[in-house]
């Protein structure tokens, strides 16, 4: 692993760059993160059974996406805020009629706030329905893939295929500099104190049953429970 002001650098294999995903998510964890930030990092950083084209394409595409406005987040349409925007100037022309200035101006501002909002949604949706095809097929062309929140900021690239696997690299940067110190000495103790890191992996019973005509192993709870 290379350190640097820019973040932790690993170069090597798929094994290599999840063991050190798994190694900053293990110290980032130690250290105290927790919460959305940490939860989107833990969902987003390469695991062992995912493919770089494919599942880590899609997770980043997902993160990548253009959020909700205020109207999307309150459930309305552009059509809903527009009906809207209608009443609330109407609303104006009558304080108007009736001298209420002050009421006919506040509405008027309010119809504004409605008509800008149902751009918003409109125009989020509209990004939206051509993002995800766009990042998939253009993006990931010409960039590393990517995360980046509060928290972490981090890129995954592949660089070539040698003679038996491919080749990457992954950069992450912890956003916080006490916490990037934290991080960064917990990691100089996992290179001092573990020998062989153990990178987790999916456990799919079925298949070992399937294949080595074995019923899978019982739990320490069951097996505890047929003994007494």
């Not at 290379?2 to 798929?14: A, V």
């Not at 063991?19 to 130690?30: F, M, N, Q, W």
């Not at 062992?48 to 899609?58: A, C, I, K």
């Not at 690239?157 to 916080?176: H, L, P, S, Y």
Request: charged share 40%.
């Amino acid at each position: 692993m290379e350190e640097s002001i820019s973040g932790f650098k690993q170069r090597g294999s798929w094994g290599d760059i999840v063991e050190h995903g798994e190694r900053i998510t293990s110290a980032l964890r130690e250290a105290g993160a927790d919460g959305d930030a940490f939860e989107d990092w833990d969902e987003w950083r390469p695991k062992s059974h995912e493919r770089l084209g494919e599942d880590v394409n899609e997770k980043t595409a997902e993160k990548a996406s253009v959020g909700e406005g205020e109207g999307e987040k309150a459930g309305k349409d552009p059509d809903d805020d527009l009906k809207t925007a209608g009443e609330k100037l109407s609303e104006s022309y009558e304080r108007v009629e009736v001298g209420d200035n002050e009421g006919a101006i506040e509405s008027w501002q309010d119809s504004i706030d409605y008509v800008a909002r149902a751009a918003d949604s409109a125009g989020r949706k509209a990004i939206r329905a051509v993002e995800g095809t766009v990042y998939r097929k253009v993006m990931t062309q010409l960039a590393p893939y990517y995360f980046d929140n509060e928290l972490i900021s981090a890129n995954i690239q592949k660089t070539t295929r040698g003679e038996d696997e491919e080749t990457f690299i992954f950069e992450v940067n912890v956003n916080d500099d006490d916490l990037k110190r934290e991080v960064s000495r917990r990691l100089g103790e996992y290179e001092d104190e573990i020998d062989r890191w153990h990178v987790d992996t999916e456990k799919d019973t079925e298949t070992v049953e399937a294949v080595e005509g074995v019923e899978p192993p019982k739990p320490p709870s069951e097996t505890r429970s047929t003994t007494n």
